[in-house]
Every structure is written in C-alpha cells, then in structure tokens.
C-alpha cells in the first residue's frame, strides 16, 4: 500500500531519516530510494558506507541536507569482524588475496593468540587504542590530485596517502574463533586454510577506516589481517535500532546494445517512513549545541545580520514562537573579535561576544519576502559572507581569498 496523499502533505519540510543499510548496495543506492519514499529530490547522507557493510545511514532531506556535515562530524560505532592469518589488497574481502610467505609460522602465531587473547588485548590497549596515526586504506575515496584513490589503485598506480590522526575511544573483542576455508589462493595445496575471526566493537572519530584498522593490526601481530564484515550501529545519538529497515530487488533488462544487466534496487517503503521521520529540532540537538534566539534574532538571523549571542563553535539557533512553534532558523558561529567589534559599533551595541549566521534557513512558516533573492543589511554587513537564496533556504558561503 502507498502512502496516501494525505500522509505526503503531512511529511515536514525538513528532517532526518534513519535506514538500514542492507549489504551490496551503495549508500547512493539507498538516497535514491529515500528520495522516493519521502516525494523530494532534496536528500543526502551523512557518511558513507562500503557496499560490503550494512547498518545505520543518516539521511537528511529538505534544509537538513545542510546539517549532514555536523552529523558526519560525530562519533561512530561499528561491529565488525577481523580476519588474521592474510591480507587482502583491498584491505577488506573483496579484495585480491595475498596470503603469509610462512604460513606454518603463522598458524602457529594464530594459535598463541588464541590460546593467549591477552595478546591481543595488550596490542589493542597499547596501540589502537586513544589518538592513533592511521594509514587510509589504498582502495578509499580520499582524493590525490583530483582522482579518488580507488580509481587510481585499480589503474595499477602506486597510491600514496598521508597518515592522519584519529581517536578510538573504545575497542572491545566479543569474541574469536578458529575458520578454514578453501582458499583459491591456495592452489598448491588441498589443505584448508586457517584464520583466526575476531568479532570486535570498536568506537572511532570521523574518518577512521575500520579496513585500515584490520589491516594495522594483522601487521602489528605478524600475521596479516583484513576486514570480512562490517555493520554501523551508530552514529552520535543516532542508533540503528530506530532504522528503518531497507530490502533489495534485483532487475535484469536488456539494455541499448543489446548487453543483458543486472541491476539491485533499494526499496523502502513509504508506509515506514512518516512515522519514523525526525523531527529536524530533535535529530540536531544531539549534533550540535542549540541556543534560543529572541523573535529580532531570528528576524536578524534571517536577513544574515550578526546577533550579540555567546557561542563557542557551531551552533543552531532556536526560535520558539508565541504558540511554542520550534523552528530552526540558522546555523551560527562564533565572529573574530576585530569584526565582532566593528558590528557592535555599527549597531551601537557593547555586548560581546557577537555570532554570525552560516546558514539561513527560511521554511513554509516563516516566508520570505516575495521576489527577494538575497538578503542583505546595509547597516551591519556580515564581513567576508556572500548570502544567496536557494530553493527556500538562504546559505551563507564563506568567501575564500
């Protein structure tokens, strides 16, 4: 069953979505599904996920979208599972096998750490775990000199990526056990091989590579590690537990050439996705801070004056009307204090420190003026910001020198 006419015009303008991400599916895959079941072109995600890994993606649709980049800045969670014993080329499963030179020497060492797991414990308590300096991955979509890494890596180029710190907060092994599998990497030899899985929790900052992880850690032990499978569980106050939950179809068509495809499509059903939408207040205040804003504020805010308000980093302003209607109407920062000063002499107004909008959001309640296309204030010009209206949102972009 669809969801009626009327349950669409009681969707909000804006908000976040919470899916999960069956495995062998983009997270493209998934936003193009969303933007089906919510009836809007305007949705993104908040950090990608492998095709390999399944679990929680934040979707934002509506001005949302322009929140997407503090959710991505938050703390995430994943379960995974960390084959040692080989290492792959991809740093994952999917990649192209490369197993242990020794690999009697391995096994062996395989099973010290299984008879042993305070072995594994002290590496991880010593060396991956608090501030770590981490490798990405070489199959990753980190960019060098315009080109996104993996591309370069299957063209058979040499990929050279910087080292960048990253936080594991909490790094726990669930459980561990012995597997053989008849590698094909192994032709010489009938005898499977045998791994050690280590079934991990691990808590990590934004743009940590669990892959990597596996990988640093195989080499740390000596014996080679990849990643078999990973699940996202959360990310900040986000939890898969309140996911909607996503399946898969696949399709085969004959395309123009005459070449016969095969294609998997997501599908959501429109039913789950009103009453598991987030309320775009809700879904923010566990991202960023949020600050109450007076009724001039607001009006301040939305025609992207600076405000006499103390914040200390990214903030949401908040303004709650006379019948107690929430509403966001921007995201502020903190000003420099050279132009802080000169705002507050401009306006006649001593109070310090002062905040400036980066972004503006307008929605159906609060209108602006009709035909206008920027919003601008000659007796307090936001310094070093250009404020453009777009499709009902005005966003200020830093002007970069």
């Known amino acids: 069953m669809n969801m009626t006419d009327n349950s669409q015009s009681r969707l909000p303008a804006a908000g976040f979505l919470l899916v999960d991400k069956p495995c062998g599916v983009t997270s493209h895959d998934v936003v193009a599904a969303c933007r089906g079941a919510l009836h809007t072109r305007r949705v993104g995600h908040a950090g990608t996920l492998d095709p390999m890994a399944s679990g929680l993606l934040v979707i934002g649709f509506g001005y949302a979208t322009r929140l997407l980049k503090y959710v991505v800045g938050t703390e995430k969670t994943y379960e995974a599972v960390i084959r040692l014993g080989a290492s792959t080329t991809t740093d994952d499963v999917e990649g192209e096998m490369t197993p242990p030179v020794q690999p009697e020497s391995v096994r062996e060492r395989l099973k010290g750490l299984k008879d042993h797991p305070e072995l594994v414990q002290d590496a991880i ?7 770590v300096s981490q490798v990405p991955s070489t199959f990753s979509a980190i960019k060098v000199d315009g080109e996104r890494a993996y591309n370069l890596a299957r063209e058979g180029q040499t990929v050279e990526l910087a080292a960048r710190d990253i936080t594991i907060s909490d790094f726990s092994v669930l459980g561990s056990a012995f597997v053989k599998t008849a590698e094909q990497e192994e032709p010489a030899t009938d005898i499977a091989a045998e791994y050690l899985d280590l079934t991990v929790s691990i808590t990590c900052s934004a743009g940590t590579y669990i892959r990597a992880i ?7 032990l000596g014996v080679g590690g990849y990643l078999t499978f990973l699940r996202r569980t959360r990310i900040g106050d986000f939890s898969v537990t309140h996911a909607v939950g996503a ?3 696949e399709r085969t068509f004959t395309d123009k050439q005459g070449t016969v495809q095969t294609r998997t499509k997501v599908q959501i059903s429109p039913d789950e996705v009103l009453p598991a939408v987030i309320d775009v207040v809700d879904g923010v205040r566990g991202v960023v801070p949020l600050v109450e804003v007076t009724d001039e504020q607001a009006r301040d805010l939305r025609f992207g004056r600076r405000i006499a308000v103390s914040v200390s980093q990214p903030t949401a302003a908040l303004h709650v009307d006379a019948d ?22 401009t306006l006649g107004d001593s109070g310090f420190p002062m905040a ?4 503006v959001f307008h929605t ?3 209108p602006r003026r009709p035909g206008a296309t920027t919003a601008t204030n000659s007796a307090s010009p936001v310094t070093n910001s250009a404020i453009t209206a777009v499709n009902g949102e005005t966003e200020s972009r830093r002007v970069r020198e």
Do not use: I
């Not at 308590?125 to 501030?131: A, D, E, V």
């Not at 109407?329 to 507050?344: G, Q």
């Not at 400036?356 to 972004?359: E, L, M, V």
């Open 356 to 359: 400036q909008p980066t972004a």
């Open 214 to 220: 596996a990988r640093d850690m195989g080499a740390f």
């Open 247 to 249: 399946t898969t179809r």
């Open 364 to 366: 159906e309640s609060r």
């Open 324 to 345: 107690g209607g929430r509403e966001l109407c921007a995201m502020v920062e903190p000003c420099e204090y050279e132009e802080a000063e000169e705002s507050a002499k």
């Open 125 to 131: 308590s010593r060396h991956f775990t608090g501030t």
